[in-house]
């Protein structure tokens, strides 16, 4: 089992959170994953991420699968301007690679803002820390582990 999935499966136990993990194969797209899961498109929580440019860290915007964000949007939401995260700041920060980040385990406190769409659901699927793995959660679960602020930052 991989490092980053042994820390995703600790963080939802250590909230006391009642999650499925399920192995899915390489899903690359919330379409895929959402096939996987037997699930609609907007069950998967994809977790976009941007570099702050004042801050110089990640701040992860997780939205259902359906949903673009917006970027105009994110920068406001998040009080400074936003840019591209690579790779090595994601890793260095989330611990994760980039398509299986997960809302949950990271390795450096992380600022992360919620999608209301993710709250219509009784059940919400999201990377489980590796690109074939992910998790299903009650969203008021998940954004309660989280922390999330919940926010408008979608087109």
């Known amino acids: 089992m991989s490092k980053s ?42 977790s976009i991420i941007f570099r702050g440019e004042q801050s110089g860290h990640v701040v992860l915007f997780l939205t259902a699968g359906g949903n673009r964000v917006s ?8 009080g400074q301007p936003l840019g591209k995260a690579d790779a090595e700041l994601i890793r260095a920060e989330t611990g994760f690679a980039i398509g299986g980040v997960s809302p949950v385990g990271h390795l450096k406190p992380v600022r992360l803002f919620w999608d ?40």
């Open 116 to 155: 209301p769409r993710l709250a219509e659901f009784d059940l919400i699927w999201a990377a489980a820390g590796t690109p074939r793995h992910i998790f299903s959660i009650a969203p008021a679960e998940l954004l309660r582990i989280t922390g999330a602020e919940p926010a408008d930052f979608t087109e």
């Open 71 to 78: 970027a105009e949007k994110a920068s406001a939401v998040a």
């Open 5 to 46: 999935l042994k820390r995703v499966e600790a963080a939802l136990a250590a909230a006391g959170a009642k999650a499925e993990i399920r192995e899915v194969g390489q899903a690359r797209t919330a379409a895929e994953a959402a096939e996987a899961a037997g699930c609609t498109v907007d069950q998967i929580a994809k």
